[in-house]
Every structure is written in C-alpha cells, then in structure tokens.
C-alpha cells in the first residue's frame, strides 16, 4: 500500500525519482503512456455516450480517481517505490516554492502566458506537448495572472457540507459538496488552481502540465477527507441510481471499466499522509 505524502515533505530522491518515472511513462511508445492521459482527458472533457464521466457532473471525483490511479500505477511499473504526491495549495502558495522548483515541477511561464524557464520539464527538448490543444510545443504557465488559490477557510467550507451533490448533477447544481469542490459553486477549489497556474492548466489538455496530477491528488485528499468525516460508503456518493445520463453509484466508469462503488473507499489502495 502506498502513501501520498505532500509535495514539501518529499526527499530529494523523491522528487527526482517521480520526475524519472514521469519522463519514462512519457517516453514509452504504446499503451497508457503520458500522452494517453493527455488524449484521454481531452476525450473526456466532454460527454461521451449523453455522460459527462470526467467533469461538471457527479462522477468528477470517481473518475479523477481512477485516473490518478491508472497514473500512478504507471509510474509503478517504472519505480515501484513512486507514490504520487499532492501539492496543498493553502499552504504552498508560492510561485518559487513547493512544488514550483527547479528540481521539481520548474518555475513559471516567461511574461504572459509564455513558456516555463526552468526545471526538467522546460522546453520542448526537455518535455515536448506531443498531444495539445494548441500547437505549442513547449509547456507554458502564467501563474498569478489570474485569479487566487483557495484558501483553508474555503477548504473548511466545502468540507462541512454533508450531502455530496444535488440534481441536477452537473455545473448548475445549486448546492451539495462536489460542485463547491469542482467549482461551479463558491467556493470553487479546483477550477480556481487550474486558472491561477494558467497556461496549458487553464485548457482542455492540462495533464500536459505534470503539476495536473499533484493539483488533482489534493483534489481527491479532500474528497478523502470528506469521506472521512461523513463516510466512505455507497450511501454517500449521490445520485444513487435511475438518474438517466448521469453515473449512479453502481455504473461504470468510462474507459476504465470500474463502477464508482468500487472506487469509494481507496484506503486498502493507498493512504494520504
Ligand atoms: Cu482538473
């Protein structure tokens, strides 16, 4: 079992181990390589088969876990001492600090929305955008251009509201947990982070961006943390069933062919430190 700890817990070794295995998953040629989660999440930002499986629905927390997991069971393949970390962004705040330094995540983007400077991920030499929505090749940040990252009070928010989503189960849901997390509600936690790095995190091909995965580790550690407090169990994953076009608890995730019911409690999986 596994243990994600936090991006500024992590050892040196740590930190250039998961980058080592990041730019092998990238450097394979077939199969769920780092491109796959890249096309992947283009394919699923949208509806697939009248559902919204990824995002602006119920399943965006099931179905960014399962995508996390295929993720870090690649980088296992590679190194099985690699867990993937999160990158707690009320605390972090910084655009030099954790997770943003040169021996980690590199640094922001060059003046606007421009190409990141440093660490191993800058330039197209280092880190080429093979799979994108727009034809640079090269990774781009524009952090502190737009918006905040969310605050601990805002985390404490969306923490104390017990019932997980409400119809109907989408952008527009006027209350519930998962749309406050996902951000078609105040407080908004997630949507909030892929503006404020900007750049390929603000677009439809943000896994091209491997602090993606750091940002939606955190996502699901609250979503853990919730599940600690109200529970783990099927009861409290919403909607439960008959809710045509939305994933009910007992339907299955699409392209990983697992059921939400079976991705709710992950602690025999891995654990968050
Ligand atoms: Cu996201």
Redesign the pocket.
């Known amino acids: 079992m596994g243990t994600r700890k936090s991006v500024a817990a992590l050892t040196a070794t740590e930190k250039s181990d998961f980058v080592a295995a990041v730019k092998a998953l990238k450097a394979q040629t077939s199969g769920r390589n780092y491109d796959w989660f890249v096309r992947t999440h283009m394919t699923y930002f949208n509806a697939v088969n009248s559902h919204n499986y990824a995002?602006m629905s119920s399943s965006f927390l099931p179905w960014?876990r399962k995508f996390l997991l295929e993720l870090e069971n690649g980088l296992k393949a590679v190194n099985p001492a690699v867990n993937l970390p999160y990158w707690n962004w009320t605390a972090n705040r910084s655009t030099t600090g954790a997770p943003f330094t040169s021996d980690f995540m590199g640094g922001n983007g060059s003046g606007g929305n421009g190409a990141v400077l440093s660490g191993p991920f800058a330039g197209s030499t280092r880190w080429r955008i093979n799979v994108s929505a727009t034809t640079s090749t090269s990774l781009r940040r524009a952090m502190t251009l737009r918006g905040s990252l969310p605050t601990t009070s805002d985390v404490d928010t969306v923490m104390g509201v017990s019932t997980y989503d409400v119809s109907p189960w989408g952008s527009s849901s006027g209350s519930g947990m998962r749309n406050r997390l996902e951000g078609g509600l105040t407080p908004n936690l997630?949507?909030r982070v892929?503006v404020w790095v900007g750049g390929h995190m603000a677009q439809v091909d943000?896994p091209n961006d491997p602090v993606?995965f750091l940002?939606?580790c955190n996502?699901d550690r609250l979503w853990s943390r919730w599940q600690t407090r109200w529970g783990f169990g099927t009861a409290q994953y919403l909607p439960g069933g008959g809710v045509a076009n939305v994933v009910d608890v007992e339907e299955v995730l699409e392209p990983f062919g697992a059921t939400v019911a079976s991705t709710l409690d992950h602690r025999a999986g891995y654990t968050y430190a």
């Open positions: 995002h960014h997630h949507n892929h943000s993606f940002h939606h996502i």
